[in-house]
């Protein structure tokens, strides 16, 4: 008897989260270096002996790596993700404050790539191979192209040089401490994001109006004189707009820990940051529980994205 299909992938996440979970813990632990190194630097080589030892036990690193992962682990499923050596906040406390500000990121992103991208896609198959839809693809191709970094670096160089206008620098605002310059400040990082995520939902839009275009219902709709916008609005683009949910889906779960290149120019305390702040300072706690969070965000995504789609088209819920 087969599985219902929820439960299945509600497995397949558990069995996506393990993996992941074992990835970063051992590829932790390749990377040349360690918590005592990254916190003494060169002094760590003085340290005698007992020093060292004292140091592994505080840092919890003188335990075989086997019995390292499963204390780790056994404390990510009791809610207890870890400590900060360094800041000595615990790292579910980091993460609330971090994670609000990706999210927040990832929907104007996410909002801009569809103003931008769905529009797009419209145009170019109104009129496949004609010079709006060459344009409108170079134009797709020609954002794919540009380095996330290196627009988000232009742009920002730009605005200050020529008008003086970079809210960046005022020190990072929540949304809830003062919205006009949280908005400001979110405005060109959430612009680079959604520029680099509209060429994908641009080609997603245009092949799937294209597709839907060919079906045999949609020249029998023509044939029965049903007036273009209507046949344009009520079947092909709401057809059309299922691949779309599933793209947007996709690229919003890859937002939310993806945005790090546009966290760390514009100074954006989000998740993807405290990572690299993680990295930077050999914090295995932090590293390992944030991305294990970023994953299992991006599993819950997904999920959500497929449930979103089972309820837009009836034609796969008995699947």
Known sequence: MARHPVTRRLAEALLTLLGVSLFTFFLLRVVPGDQITAAYGTAAGELSPDQVQALEAYYGVDQPLVMQYLSWLGGVLTGNLGVSMTSHMSVASMTAQALPNTIELAILAIVIGLVLGVPGGVLA???PGATRDSVTQLGSLLALSVPS????TALGSWLANQFGWYPN??????????????????LLPALVLGISIAPPVLQTTRAAILNVRAEDYIRTARAKGVPPRRLQERHILRNAWIPVVTMTGLQFGFLLGGALVAEQIFAIPGIGRQVLLGLEQKEYAVVQSTVLIIAAMFVLVNLLTDLVYRLVDPRVRAQ
Do not use: C, I
């Open 125 to 127: 198959a109104s009129r």
């Open 149 to 152: 970094f290196l627009l988000a």
């Open 169 to 186: 620098g005022k020190g990072y605002v929540t949304l809830f401490e003062d919205p006009g310059l949280n908005l400001q400040q979110m």
